[in-house]
């Protein structure tokens, strides 16, 4: 995928970035999380699909992400810095 997924409402669109260790960007929006390497190249990106999504942290292997929304105070979701695949 090569394109953001945005949310239809523009009044509720919003992107976050993170440096990674090593120098990637990180970046956080409104329906998925992207990778981009330290020449601007496009490492990965998937969907999360999660309005409130927030960084919940960044270390070495991992990228972690959750709501900041109390009623989905559960949702959590941890991606591979690597590939961006799910982690258990």
């Not at 929006?29 to 927030?54: F, P, Q």
């Not at 900041?68 to 695949?85: C, H, K």
Request: aromatic content about 12%; hydrophobic content about 45%; charged content about 25%.
């Amino acid at each position: 995928m090569d394109w953001l997924v945005r949310f239809e409402d523009e009044d509720f669109r919003w992107i976050n970035v993170r440096q990674a260790p090593g120098g990637d960007l990180l970046v956080l929006y409104e329906r998925g999380l992207l990778c981009i390497d330290h020449a601007g190249r496009m490492r990965w990106h998937v969907l999360h699909d999660n309005l409130s999504a927030g960084f919940a942290g960044v270390d070495n292997a991992e990228v972690t992400i959750r709501s900041e929304f109390p009623e989905m105070v559960g949702w959590v979701r941890r991606y591979s810095l690597a590939t961006g695949d799910l982690a258990e």
